[in-house]
């Protein structure tokens, strides 16, 4: 029994993580940590022990795991340290994972070998890997060969593996919460290894670090700097976030107990498509193992499926190796070995031949597998005899009487990484912490105190299981090696604290009834979903949207709620379940404003998911939120105690209007009630992105570029609409009877058009519902509207005769026209002048600020045309602050793009909203040369949001003298206006109820 490790505080390229016996490998030790070296091979105990392969072992390459062996080069290489190109016909090949080097650069290379990276990372963390993809001049991080077919990447690093793979990939993504367990002192690179661009410059040496021909080059996935492997040692091991740091959400300030769910989970990615890149897909696919290239039979050759354990035979999941029909059985097992990154001792291990039945997929064929130990004899028979022998073959380790395992200390503030001990027929979990304890100077503590954690380190889940005491570890051990050799080399021991963390899981459901009480949302829930009262209770109730958040104290009982929610429906309405951090705002730093991003995934084609992917690796997934999955309110719940903060929201203009009015219910909860709002156009118009010079649409710029760029924008302010929407019959088709349906509350940024111009949208949105795959283009969109117009080309309604305005108290007049359209910024139907610039006395000049809305009139789909072609300008109307709208027939009505049929009855717009601050940045070539505005909310506040909107008097409330305008020549407010709100009508007290209250939003039930 003795204390393992080598001094040395080097730092690994994946995630921080030291070399192998490094004491900075501790999940909590730092660079003044020192362990000392013990015997023997064990589990996670690196490679080296067993005898030198073919070519030998360079000096170094050892520790990292490495089987270097000196090869003749057929074809152009590069090495993948230097990236330069390999001149000569000699070069040195890693047998397992295929690293290719010069023999100058042997002496230098940092990257481990797969096979004992595992066994370096500082806290294992599982990756969230999508759907399969086609990613072009990009490697695999663990065979390091070009990823030619669809390949998997991780939606929160830039980790890009094969298929096959995935199941080698080291556990060592971002951390980006506490787990409840932690506590972070500072923060460390975590390096991710090739993959860069062809332009990255080290930030040591300055000299290029990229390379698009083999994996090569260093980059910190949190600050983004890059440098060669070798050149990343003079860096400082903390990482400051680099040019985003104030934008980014710590990961020290995220808190997630999310002991039984996934990273998907957690993170609130959308699965994966069954069995892509899962553990469990048929392996009857093609798998290569490393350097093995070859599957079909070559002369002289055969091709053998290997299966690494109990586990693999069961989900038929093997690995492909080619090896000589002549071959001992000894270079055999080597090869078998080595396709599964395994480099422990070969003699430890025997090949077993698996009986056809269990070949044929059988299952009463699974019994006993045969000995395989008569390879060589087969072998030695010649060609002839080899081709009936097996074609599949179980790798088994062979008993041991004793090992040495490594204990790892967890989270105790220890000077050492890890302790190696043997381990005994009769040691059990109790013994080893009663030896562990006093190496690690902790044996003045009772060993009742703590606990012995296996922890295996899947590359899609960490899963950790405490032991118990009476548990005998050899016979664990060889459990483990029987069911997977492969988990082996993934599974830790360490021993920690057994504390009792107190389970907290946010449990966020939506698409709930609205309008609820707190009373009826519970008894909802425990008949939908089976709550139980003493574990569950709702500590914040959204009721005007259908949502609440339920408090869990118990892990098991989360992760049932979270499944049953999923495919749980409530009045035909299915439900959504999220899983939610706390942020701990104490904790952040004082110059710290986050960022919270909402990202519409269907707009822009396809670029709103690369978007969403693309912002969750430069900042920290948690402040990333996608908007078809529960939409804007997870995201202000979970930013609802940040003292300051600001957000971007990438999609079209209907999607901004989605934010700001889930924003305009949610700010009286806010600590930070005035956040700025920035804007990434995603859509078809993106007339509110070209106003703020945001530019016309995203066309693929950087994404860094972009957050920058919000990051340096300016405030500027806009005016909101509130649009009151009369309440009309609805037939009952039960009963026959017509029911009264409630007002209904619409909130304006942009404009709103009643007429021509809505129904030209209705088709638009219409078309888009029946065959959605196919609007996936910026240009197709257009394509579709010019058609759809010019089907209205003869279409004539009147509208003049089918509704009636009122500005203030002013009845106007309206000429003949087709179309009706309030106006709130400078610009429609992507990009025209509606308003017109030349100069009337009648009106002020427009701005989106002044508190006024602008009534232009349109007379068909030819005057649209030239509108938009700038030939002509609308009909001039009005201009005022309160309109009164009445529909005589029913008529298509559009706000900020969004359309329907509105049934006849009336229309009230009032700003009846607070100002609305936003952000501007110069995104396209045409914003060039512009200062970046941001757009903030909150500011120079109008009206509160709790007071009364007249829907059958006359007076306009909160109209002032001369904010009424009509052609009529009505330069004042009417001497009867007396500037006074009246007492509410019954349907007023709704509208009050509805825009001022979000029940019981903070509030602990």
Same mark, same amino acid.
């Not at 020549?969 to 709100?981: E, V």
């Given at each position: 029994?003795? &204390?393992?490790?080598?001094?040395?505080?080097?730092?690994?390229?994946?995630?921080?993580?030291?070399?192998?016996?490094?004491?900075?490998?501790?999940?909590? @030790?730092?660079?003044?940590?020192?362990?000392?070296?013990?015997?023997?091979?064990?589990?996670?105990?690196?490679?080296?022990? #067993?005898?030198?392969?073919?070519?030998?072992?360079?000096?170094?390459?050892?520790?990292?795991?490495?089987?270097?062996? %000196?090869?003749?080069?057929? %074809?152009?290489?590069?090495?993948?340290?230097?990236?330069?190109?390999?001149?000569?016909? &000699?070069?040195?090949?890693?047998?397992?994972?295929?690293?290719?080097?010069?023999?100058?650069?042997? %002496?230098?290379?940092?990257?481990?070998?797969?096979?004992?990276?595992?066994?370096?990372?500082?806290?294992?963390?599982?990756?969230?890997?999508?759907?399969?993809?086609?990613?072009?001049?990009?490697?695999?991080?663990?065979?390091?060969?070009?990823?030619?077919?669809?390949?998997?990447?991780?939606?929160?690093?830039?980790?890009?593996?094969?298929?096959?793979?995935?199941?080698?990939?080291?556990?060592?993504?971002?951390?980006?919460?506490?787990?409840?367990?932690?506590?972070?002192?500072?923060?460390?690179?975590?390096?991710?290894?090739?993959?860069?661009?062809?332009?990255?410059?080290?930030?040591?040496?300055?000299?290029?670090?990229?390379?698009?021909?083999?994996?090569?080059?260093?980059?910190?996935?949190?600050?983004?700097?890059?440098?060669?492997?070798?050149?990343?040692?003079?860096?400082?091991?903390?990482?400051?976030?680099?040019?985003?740091?104030?934008?980014?959400?710590?990961?020290?300030?995220?808190?997630?107990?999310?002991?039984?769910?996934?990273?998907?989970?957690?993170?609130?990615?959308?699965?994966?498509?069954?069995?892509?890149?899962?553990?469990?897909?048929?392996?009857?696919?093609?798998?290569?193992?490393?350097?093995?290239?070859?599957?079909?039979?070559?002369?002289?050759?055969?091709?053998?499926?290997?299966?690494?354990? !109990?586990?693999?035979?069961?989900?038929?999941?093997?690995?492909?190796?080619?090896?000589?029909?002549?071959?001992?059985?000894?270079?055999?097992?080597?090869?078998?070995?080595?396709?599964?990154?395994?480099?422990?001792?070969?003699?430890?291990?025997?090949?077993?031949?698996?009986?056809?039945?269990?070949?044929?997929?059988?299952?009463?064929?699974?019994?006993? &597998?045969?000995?395989?130990?008569?390879?060589?004899?087969?072998?030695?028979?010649?060609?002839?005899?080899?081709?009936?022998?097996?074609?599949?073959?179980?790798?088994?380790?062979?008993?041991?009487?004793?090992?040495?395992?490594?204990?790892?200390?967890?989270?105790?503030?220890?000077?050492?990484?890890?302790? !190696?001990?043997?381990?005994?027929?009769?040691?059990?979990?109790?013994?080893?912490?009663?030896?562990?304890?006093?190496?690690?100077?902790?044996?003045?503590?009772?060993?009742? !105190?703590?606990?012995?954690?296996?922890?295996?380190?899947?590359?899609?889940?960490?899963?950790?299981?405490?032991?118990?005491?009476?548990?005998?570890?050899?016979?664990?051990?060889?459990?483990?090696?029987?069911?997977?050799?492969?988990?082996?080399?993934?599974?830790?021991?360490?021993?920690?604290?057994?504390?009792?963390?107190?389970?907290?899981?946010?449990?966020?459901?939506?698409?709930?009834?609205?309008?609820?009480?707190?009373?009826? *949302?519970?008894?909802?829930? /425990?008949?939908?979903?089976?709550?139980?009262?003493?574990?569950?209770?709702?500590?914040?109730?959204?009721?005007?949207?259908?949502?609440?958040?339920?408090?869990?104290?118990?892990?098991?009982?989360?992760?049932?709620?979270?499944? @049953?929610?999923?495919?749980?429906?409530?009045?035909?309405?299915?439900?959504?379940?999220?899983?939610?951090?706390?942020?701990?705002?104490?904790?952040?730093?004082?110059?710290?404003?986050?960022?919270?991003?909402?990202?519409?995934?269907?707009?822009?084609?396809?670029?709103?998911?690369?978007?969403?992917?693309?912002?969750?690796?430069?900042?920290?997934?948690?402040?990333?939120?996608?908007?078809?999955?529960?939409?804007?309110?997870?995201?202000?719940?979970?930013?609802?105690?940040?003292?300051?903060?600001?957000?971007?929201?990438?999609?079209?203009?209907?999607?901004?209007?989605?934010?700001?009015?889930?924003?305009?219910?949610?700010?009286?909860?806010?600590?930070?009630?005035?956040?700025?709002?920035?804007?990434?156009?995603?859509?078809?118009?993106?007339?509110?992105?070209?106003? @703020?010079?945001?530019?016309?649409?995203?066309?693929?710029?950087?994404?860094?570029?972009?957050?920058?760029?919000?990051?340096?924008?300016?405030?500027?302010?806009?005016?909101?609409?509130?649009?009151?929407?009369?309440?009309?019959?609805?037939?009952?088709?039960?009963? #026959?009877?017509?029911?009264?349906?409630?007002?209904?509350?619409?909130?304006?940024?942009?404009?709103?058009?009643?007429?021509?111009?809505?129904?030209?949208?209705?088709?638009?949105?219409?078309?888009?519902? /029946?065959?959605?795959?196919?609007?996936?283009?910026?240009?197709?969109?257009?394509?579709?509207?010019?058609?759809?117009?010019?089907?209205?080309?003869?279409?004539?309604?009147?509208?003049?005769?089918?509704?009636?305005?009122?500005?203030?108290?002013?009845?106007? /007049?309206?000429?003949?026209?087709?179309?009706?359209?309030?106006?709130?910024?400078?610009?429609?139907?992507?990009?025209?002048?509606?308003?017109?610039?030349?100069?009337?006395?009648?009106?002020?000049?427009?701005?989106?600020?002044?508190?006024? @809305?602008?009534?232009?009139?349109?007379?068909?789909?030819?005057?649209?045309?030239?509108?938009?072609?700038?030939?002509?300008?609308?009909?001039?109307?009005?201009?005022?602050?309160?309109?009164?709208?009445?529909?005589?027939?029913?008529?298509?009505?559009?706000?900020?793009?969004?359309?329907?049929?509105?049934?006849?009855?009336?229309?009230?717009?009032?700003?009846?909203?607070?100002?609305?601050?936003?952000?501007?940045?110069?995104?396209?070539?045409?914003?060039?040369? !512009?200062?970046?505005?941001?757009?903030?909310?909150?500011?120079?506040?109008?009206?509160?949001?709790?007071?009364?909107?007249?829907?059958?008097?006359?007076?306009?409330?909160?109209?002032?003298?001369?904010?009424?305008?009509?052609?009529?020549?009505?330069?004042?407010?009417?001497?009867?206006?007396?500037?006074?709100?009246?007492?509410?009508?019954?349907?007023?007290?709704?509208?009050?109820?509805?825009?001022?209250?979000?029940? *019981?939003?903070?509030?602990?039930?």
């Amino acid at each position: 029994m003795e &204390a393992a490790g080598e001094p040395g505080t080097r730092s690994w390229l994946g995630g921080g993580s030291p070399l192998w016996g490094s004491p900075a490998s501790s999940p909590d @030790l730092g660079s003044r940590g020192r362990a000392r070296p013990g015997p023997g091979p064990g589990p996670g105990s690196g490679p080296g022990s #067993g005898p030198e392969r073919a070519g030998g072992r360079t000096p170094g390459s050892a520790a990292l795991g490495h089987s270097f062996r %000196k090869v003749t080069l057929t %074809k152009p290489t590069f090495c993948h340290l230097c990236s330069d190109f390999i001149w000569g016909l &000699a070069g040195f090949l890693c047998d397992v994972c295929n690293f290719m080097s010069h023999e100058k650069c042997l %002496k230098h290379v940092k990257t481990p070998c797969p096979s004992v990276a595992p066994s370096l990372v500082r806290v294992p963390v599982a990756h969230c890997f999508g759907p399969r993809g086609l990613y072009k001049r990009k490697f695999c991080a663990v065979c390091r060969k070009g990823l030619e077919a669809p390949a998997l990447r991780c939606e929160v690093c830039e980790l890009h593996v094969h298929p096959d793979c995935v199941p080698f990939a080291c556990s060592d993504c971002r951390q980006c919460h506490q787990d409840g367990h932690r506590d972070h002192d500072t923060h460390h690179h975590h390096w991710r290894e090739g993959n860069l661009p062809s332009s990255a410059r080290c930030e040591v040496c300055r000299k290029a670090c990229g390379s698009s021909d083999v994996l090569a080059g260093l980059r910190c996935e949190w600050c983004g700097i890059q440098a060669h492997s070798v050149c990343c040692a003079a860096l400082a091991p903390e990482c400051t976030f680099g040019r985003l740091r104030t934008m980014i959400l710590p990961p020290a300030c995220v808190r997630l107990l999310s002991r039984n769910f996934s990273k998907m989970h957690c993170f609130r990615i959308s699965e994966s498509e069954p069995g892509e890149g899962d553990e469990s897909v048929d392996g009857s696919a093609p798998a290569t193992g490393p350097a093995k290239d070859v599957l079909a039979s070559e002369s002289g050759k055969q091709t053998l499926k290997i299966f690494d354990g !109990s586990d693999a035979v069961q989900r038929n999941h093997f690995r492909v190796i080619s090896v000589p029909r002549l071959a001992r059985s000894e270079e055999v097992l080597e090869a078998a070995l080595r396709a599964f990154y395994i480099t422990e001792d070969p003699r430890d291990f025997e090949l077993q031949a698996l009986p056809s039945t269990v070949q044929t997929g059988d299952p009463g064929g699974q019994g006993k &597998a045969r000995s395989g130990g008569t390879l060589e004899e087969e072998g030695s028979r010649g060609p002839g005899a080899r081709e009936a022998s097996p074609e599949a073959w179980t790798i088994r380790a062979l008993p041991r009487p004793e090992e040495v395992l490594k204990i790892y200390p967890a989270w105790l503030k220890v000077g050492v990484a890890y302790v !190696s001990l043997r381990v005994t027929p009769q040691s059990t979990a109790r013994t080893v912490v009663l030896e562990v304890l006093p190496l690690l100077g902790r044996q003045a503590e009772g060993p009742e !105190s703590f606990q012995l954690v296996e922890v295996l380190m899947g590359s899609r889940q960490v899963q950790r299981t405490v032991l118990a005491e009476e548990e005998l570890l050899l016979d664990r051990l060889q459990d483990i090696r029987k069911t997977s050799l492969r988990q082996m080399s993934q599974t830790r021991f360490y021993v920690a604290e057994s504390r009792a963390v107190v389970p907290r899981v946010s449990l966020f459901v939506g698409g709930l009834p609205p309008g609820l009480s707190p009373q009826e *949302y519970g008894n909802l829930l /425990e008949e939908a979903v089976a709550t139980k009262a003493g574990l569950v209770s709702l500590s914040h109730i959204y009721s005007s949207q259908g949502a609440v958040v339920l408090d869990v104290a118990c892990f098991a009982e989360a992760e049932r709620l979270y499944m @049953l929610v999923r495919d749980t429906a409530v009045h035909g309405r299915p439900l959504t379940a999220l899983v939610l951090p706390d942020v701990l705002h104490t904790k952040l730093p004082p110059d710290c404003r986050p960022l919270l991003v909402f990202v519409n995934p269907k707009s822009g084609g396809l670029k709103g998911r690369d978007l969403l992917c693309s912002f969750r690796k430069l900042l920290n997934p948690h402040q990333v939120f996608e908007l078809t999955n529960g939409g804007p309110l997870p995201g202000f719940h979970v930013f609802s105690q940040v003292p300051c903060f600001r957000v971007l929201v990438c999609g079209g203009d209907g999607t901004v209007g989605w934010v700001l009015a889930a924003l305009e219910e949610m700010r009286y909860h806010l600590a930070c009630p005035e956040p700025s709002v920035a804007i990434l156009p995603l859509g078809t118009g993106n007339d509110l992105g070209r106003v @703020l010079r945001w530019g016309a649409g995203y066309s693929g710029e950087d994404p860094l570029s972009v957050l920058v760029s919000v990051d340096e924008a300016d405030a500027v302010l806009m005016d909101r609409w509130t649009i009151l929407l009369d309440g009309h019959e609805a037939s009952s088709a039960e009963n #026959g009877l017509a029911d009264m349906e409630p007002p209904k509350i619409v909130q304006m940024s942009n404009y709103c058009g009643i007429g021509i111009d809505a129904e030209l949208s209705l088709d638009f949105h219409q078309a888009r519902e /029946e065959e959605p795959g196919k609007f996936t283009s910026r240009f197709h969109n257009k394509g579709v509207y010019v058609r759809v117009g010019l089907q209205k080309m003869s279409h004539s309604r009147s509208l003049h005769k089918e509704l009636r305005l009122q500005v203030g108290q002013q009845e106007v /007049e309206l000429p003949s026209i087709e179309g009706l359209i309030f106006i709130n910024i400078p610009s429609w139907g992507s990009g025209a002048d509606l308003w017109g610039s030349d100069s009337d006395s009648r009106f002020e000049k427009p701005r989106m600020d002044d508190g006024l @809305l602008e009534v232009v009139g349109v007379t068909g789909v030819m005057h649209m045309g030239q509108v938009q072609g700038g030939l002509r300008s609308g009909i001039r109307i009005a201009q005022g602050s309160y309109f009164r709208v009445t529909l005589l027939k029913p008529t298509p009505v559009q706000v900020d793009g969004e359309p329907w049929v509105q049934a006849p009855g009336h229309m009230i717009i009032s700003a009846a909203s607070p100002k609305v601050s936003r952000e501007e940045s110069p995104v396209g070539p045409a914003a060039a040369g !512009s200062s970046p505005t941001l757009m903030a909310h909150g500011a120079q506040v109008r009206l509160s949001g709790t007071e009364q909107l007249p829907l059958d008097g006359d007076e306009p409330p909160w109209a002032s003298e001369g904010e009424c305008r009509a052609v009529a020549g009505l330069s004042t407010c009417p001497t009867s206006c007396n500037h006074m709100a009246p007492a509410p009508s019954p349907s007023v007290k709704w509208a009050e109820m509805a825009l001022g209250t979000l029940a *019981y939003g903070d509030q602990a039930l």
